[in-house]
């Protein structure tokens, strides 16, 4: 008799991991990005308990956008932005 309620606490165990896997996941980063004059960004912030594989990854991401320049006085000048990037893991077929 204990082995089969250990074998379908298993059971259930082993299913439940198996939805896990194959839902959708998202996280959402805060960014500190500075942006020179010209639109182009300069430097990026990542918060310091990202861990290092996904802020290199956001970092990447960042660095290639470009934006419209703040404007003072009509001129564009550098400034200093927030970004809120969120990463979604969707399952693949395999699972």
């Not at 298993?10 to 194959?22: E, G, H």
Request: proline share 5%.
């Amino acid at each position: 008799m204990k082995n089969a309620m250990l074998s379908a606490v298993m059971l259930l165990l082993f299913c439940s991991l198996t939805v896990q896997a194959a839902e959708k996941r998202e996280q959402t980063y805060r960014i500190g990005a500075d942006v020179d004059a010209q639109g182009h960004i300069t430097a990026i912030q990542v918060d310091p308990d990202v861990p290092t594989s996904i802020a290199a990854m956001l970092a990447s991401a960042v660095k290639q956008w470009q934006f419209i320049p703040a404007k003072l006085n009509g001129r564009s000048v550098p400034a200093h932005a927030f970004i809120l990037a969120r990463l979604q893991a969707l399952p693949n077929a395999s699972g």
